[in-house]
């Protein structure tokens, strides 16, 4: 077991983290109430009549991914005559490693874990246009730098 005490976490990756796990349980419960209601066993006005709330607060929750807590999912869930089924958890370390990363990603986690950075003048990474009037380069230091004209 890996020794967690003399890790910090940094703000953004508890907000990435978090924000990454909503997501992944907002896809999970819309696409079954999608197949729910496509199958006609449900809809929203009935979750609403069943919960005690107003059909509108329903479409928030399943329009788009929110603050929902535990007690709202299984709310839900429970509305739908359903529970969640299957669930596990993964350590980072046990998961495969993607094969690919763009070598613009590939150049940032360069930099930013430390590792040697890529040569701006050699890298063909070195420039990345976004758009017709910005461009987007990797500077020397660990951040992006913008640079605004027409292009």
């Known amino acids: 077991m890996a020794n967690i005490s003399s890790r910090k976490a940094r703000p953004r990756e508890l907000a990435f983290q978090r924000q990454r796990l909503k997501n992944r349980v907002y896809a999970v419960l819309a696409k079954f109430f999608a197949e ?24 928030r929750w399943l329009n788009a991914p929110s603050n929902m807590t535990l007690e709202t999912i299984s709310d839900l869930l429970l509305a739908m005559d359903a529970e969640p089924g299957g669930m596990t958890i993964e350590r980072f370390a046990d998961k495969p490693k993607p094969n690919y990363a763009h070598p613009l990603v590939a150049g940032l986690l360069e930099m930013s874990t430390g590792a040697k950075q890529p040569n701006p003048a050699t890298s063909s990474v070195s420039r990345f246009e976004v758009s017709r009037t910005a461009t987007m380069r990797l500077s020397a230091s660990d951040s992006m730098a913008w640079e605004m004209g027409a292009n």
Do not use: C, N, S
Not at 36 to 59: N, V, Y
């Open 36 to 59: 729910e209601a496509k199958a006609g066993r449900t809809t929203k006005k009935d979750i609403a009549d069943f919960l005690g709330r107003d059909p509108a607060q329903i479409t």
